[in-house]
């Protein structure tokens, strides 16, 4: 069974920094994307990785979020520094190729 698991959400104070990962079983991850929804918010595209592992990062984030895929870990990244209180979301992945695989989310509250 395809599945995707998120991971490394947590507190953060506004300018810190947190590392996401996504661990795919039951498939090859390739492309893929990381989402995130805050409350009352339609959920969004924050980064995207192609097959070939070029990266495209949205504006919101751009300078600040990066994103990563280690092949061999079959496992996906989000490297988040300098974050800020509109960053506060639920975090996810999903496959970019293939089947459509959501993983469960993980919050993120950057906050004082």
């Known amino acids: 069974q395809a599945q995707l698991m998120e991971s490394g959400g947590g507190l953060v104070q506004p300018g810190g920094s947190l590392r996401l990962s996504c661990v795919a079983s039951?498939?090859?991850?390739?492309?893929m994307g990381w989402y995130r929804q805050a409350p009352g918010k339609q959920r969004e595209l924050v980064a995207a990785?192609?097959?070939?592992?070029?990266?495209t990062i949205m504006d919101p984030v751009n300078g600040r979020f990066t994103i990563s895929r280690d092949s061999a870990k079959n496992t996906a990244y989000l490297d988040m520094k300098n974050l800020k209180p509109e960053d506060t979301a639920v975090y996810y992945c999903?496959?970019?190729?293939?089947?459509?695989?959501w993983g469960q989310g993980t919050q993120v509250t950057v906050s004082t």
């Open positions: 039951g498939f090859s991850l390739n492309a």
């Open positions: 999903k496959t970019r190729s293939g089947p459509e695989v």
């Open positions: 990785i192609s097959s070939g592992g070029s990266p």
